[in-house]
Structure formats: structure tokens, C-alpha cells
T-cell receptor, first 113, second 114 residues
Framework: EPEVTQTPSHQVTQMGQEVILRCVPI?????FYWYRQILGQKVEFLVS????????KSEIFDDQFSVERPDGSNFTLKIRSTKLEDSAMYFC???????????FGPGTRLTVT | AQSVTQLGSHVSVSEGALVLLRCNYS??????LFWYVQYPNQGLQLLLK??????LVKGINGFEAEFKKSETSFHLTKPSAHMSDAAEYFC????????????FGQGTELSVKP
């Protein structure tokens, strides 16, 4: 069964450093999403992406964040200058369209020290 | 704006007992509703979903949920709990006409006692 994959599974970085989190969505899906889950809290929407542009973003998704689909398979989330409060589990998801269920990847645990 | 409230951050049941996890939503238009399960150190797995049609939906692992528009609820049930059901459960809502982003509830941790 097709699945969403994410790399790395765990990333440790120092405050102020740039990080890129990578996702490979399911191949025939057209909509892509990033969510984050701070330890012990609920899953929060960050951004949705369709047709090579952001379709919606949350208040969390400020100028420090960016997303890109650099080729036909990868979908990346970049945090330009990480803060301690960016420490969280980041989930990528994809679906064929907005009325379909979203398939989630296993997540990348980001630790900012 | 839509929102989701899950009553009870932690629910504990005995093995074989009924599982009831509560979810209420707020939405200005008919939403799509989902229950996801998260096992420790894993991602989110879809249990079941309601989009249109039959209001009682069945999912994986013996779970089901009923959409009650008048009560704005989408409670998750399972007749008989199994030890393997211990996990975090998230209720979520999306609006098909808003790009499909999911708004999650706070989550309910289910413990199953032997």
C-alpha cells in the first residue's frame, strides 16, 4: 500500500540554524500539508500546498517557514532560523483532493537546543 | 471558524468494556469529520470518517462513530476494548471548500486495564 514517507525521523539542531524537513507524498496525490505537534499538545495545521503554491497557511506559518516541491516527488518544509519553541513533531500529509482523507507520514521529531 | 472539542483528555476502561470517546465540533457549514489514532512514537492513522450519507460510520479495529448534527457531535465507540486499543485518539474536522485542512481536537489518551 502506498505511504507517505518523511526524513529524517529525528533532527537535532541548534537555535538559529536552518533545517529542511523532507516528505515524499503518495505519488498520485495533488494536495500536500504540513502539521506540527508540540509534545503533549494537539496536532496543528501549518500549511497546505496545491498546484505549486500555498493554498492556505496558519498564523504559525510565519516568514521563518517556507515550503517547496523541488521536483515531482519531494515536498519540503524549511525553517530558516530555528527557535526553541519550534521543537515539535512535524507531520506531512497528502491526499488526492480536499474532500478525501489525508494520509500522514510517520513524522520528523525536531529538537532545537 | 471551525473548532473541535474532545471531552476528557484521558479515558481509562477495562478490557472488554465499552469505549466511548466524545467529540463535539463547531462549524458554520456541514463539515467532514474524522477520527485518527496515534500509537506511541508513530504517525496518525485514520480510524474512520464521515463525509455525507449514512450518519453511522464504521471504521477499522471495530470502531464506529455517529454523526449527530443536532448535537454537533461525532462520538467514537467500540463495544469491547482490547489492550491493543491503548493509544491517543484525535477527532478532526475539515471543510471541503477550504482546501481540506484538518482542525484537530486536543486528543484523548485511552488506557485499557487488564
Amino acid at each position: 500500500e502506498p505511504e507517505v514517507t518523511q526524513t529524517p525521523s529525528h533532527q537535532v539542531t541548534q537555535m538559529g540554524q536552518e533545517v529542511i524537513l523532507r516528505c515524499v507524498p503518495i505519488s498520485n496525490h495533488l494536495y500536500f500539508y504540513w502539521y506540527r505537534q508540540i509534545l503533549g499538545q494537539k496536532v496543528e495545521f501549518l500549511v497546505s500546498f496545491y498546484n505549486n503554491e500555498i493554498s492556505e497557511k496558519s498564523e504559525i506559518f510565519d516568514d521563518q517557514f517556507s515550503v517547496e516541491r523541488p521536483d515531482g516527488s519531494n515536498f519540503t518544509l524549511k525553517i530558516r532560523s530555528t527557535k526553541l519553541e519550534d521543537s515539535a513533531m512535524y507531520f506531512c500529509a497528502s491526499n488526492p483532493g480536499p474532500s478525501y482523507e489525508q494520509y500522514f507520514g510517520p513524522g520528523t521529531r525536531l529538537t532545537v537546543t | 471558524a471551525q473548532s473541535v472539542t474532545q471531552l476528557g483528555s484521558h479515558v481509562s476502561v477495562s478490557e472488554g468494556a465499552l469505549v466511548l470517546l466524545r467529540c463535539n465540533y463547531s462549524s458554520s457549514v456541514p463539515p467532514y469529520l474524522f477520527w485518527y489514532v496515534q500509537y506511541p512514537n508513530q504517525g496518525l492513522q485514520l480510524l474512520l470518517k464521515y463525509t455525507t450519507g449514512a450518519t453511522l460510520v464504521k471504521g477499522i479495529n471495530g470502531f464506529e462513530a455517529e454523526f449527530k448534527k443536532s448535537e454537533t457531535s461525532f462520538h467514537l465507540t467500540k463495544p469491547s476494548a482490547h489492550m491493543s486499543d491503548a493509544a491517543e485518539y484525535f477527532c478532526a474536522v475539515s471543510l471541503y471548500n477550504q482546501g481540506g485542512k484538518l482542525i484537530f481536537g486536543q486528543g484523548t489518551e485511552l488506557s485499557v486495564k487488564p
